[in-house]
């Protein structure tokens, strides 16, 4: 079977939803990224459209604004449309490729796969970016033809950037979309498809996590900073110049702290996994909503300084006493 894709919906825009907007802008599509309606709007300001999408508009506004530009070029901003879950849902009717980018928590995702079973057309095709729930549970209660073209398409942030993209089947995936996905992801979105079993974190999590998990652990007990980790597990040891923590804080704290979670809860039987716990310095990060890049702080601190060179001045925190 042939199959074109022109117009696709993002469901969600934090970090992760609005980059992933962006870049199937990059690759000539219409997109439509939906977002929930602000709970704090008073009942004047709900009658607003501009108020309701304000979550929606503000995420694609931050994202052009990175310095990791998300797009290949501006004007290709124009080609992403904004709304909101409660009023916008039925405009996936149109979409050819719905996919779900929302928190890591599963019963929310599926009341939004609920509402996409509602709206979607026949035949279109219907992905989670999920970083590491089993797709099979999101594929519970869905129609027959839902279940047959949904899979997930996980991408890493940022997603123009990150050259994996994994595409992970459940039992009843129709083989065409995995073959579709598969050349779709490498002729015309720039990428490295890697199909992968339905297993908690699939590949790159399940490892890349684990790892991460144990270079905390030694982190603290070895007394080592956040700027010495970060060269050691870089290009030193052929990986990103992010390192571990600034990975961290480039993912988001909040996303890390749910994966790891979900690989000790979803592997019972593997002692490396039921080893995993959240540090106590990540949980102050977690408590307090330094998450990351997304918030403005996490492992590292940005400052309005600058030092003799000029250079915006980035403070660290103290793994021990949970200072900058």
């Known amino acids: 079977m042939s199959r074109r894709i022109r117009k696709a919906a993002v469901l969600g825009s934090g970090v992760m939803g609005s980059g992933i907007a962006c870049h199937l802008a990059n690759a000539g599509l219409e997109v439509l990224m939906l977002d929930i309606v602000p709970r704090d709007l008073d009942e004047e300001a709900r009658k607003d459209p501009r108020a309701r999408n304000r979550i929606a508009d503000e995420a694609l506004k931050k994202a052009l604004k990175n310095k990791l530009n998300p797009l290949y070029d501006k004007r290709f901003a124009s080609r992403i449309r904004t709304g909101n879950f409660e009023d916008d849902m039925p405009k996936i009717a149109d979409c050819d490729w719905i996919i779900e980018v929302v928190v890591e928590n599963l019963d929310i995702k599926r009341q939004i796969f609920e509402q996409v079973d509602k709206y979607r057309k026949p035949g279109s095709l219907v992905t989670s970016n999920t970083s590491g729930i089993p797709i099979h549970l999101m594929a519970e209660g869905r129609s027959d033809d839902f279940r047959k073209h ?39 979105l720039g990428k490295q498809t890697v199909r992968c079993k339905d297993t908690p974190g699939f590949i790159a999590n399940r490892i890349g996590v684990i790892a991460m998990a144990r270079i905390f652990e030694l982190a603290y007990e070895l007394g080592l900073s956040l700027s010495e980790v970060d060269k050691l597990t870089g290009p030193a040891i052929g990986r990103p110049k992010t390192g571990t923590f600034r990975l961290g804080d480039l993912v988001g704290h909040d996303t890390t702290a749910k994966v790891l979670m979900g690989l000790k809860q979803n592997l019972p039987h593997d002692p490396v996994a039921q080893r995993l716990e959240i540090p106590a310095y990540l949980k102050f990060l977690l408590d307090n909503n330094f998450l990351g890049d997304k918030t403005g702080q996490g492992f590292y601190k940005k400052t309005d300084e600058r030092d003799e060179k000029g250079r915006r001045v980035i403070l660290e925190l103290n793994l021990h006493t949970l200072e900058y």
């Open 150 to 188: 949904f899979c997930g398409t996980h991408f890493f942030n940022p997603p123009r950037y990150m050259r994996l993209l994994e595409i992970i089947p459940h039992d009843e995936t129709s083989p065409e979309v995995i073959d579709f996905f598969m050349s779709y992801g490498d002729w015309h």
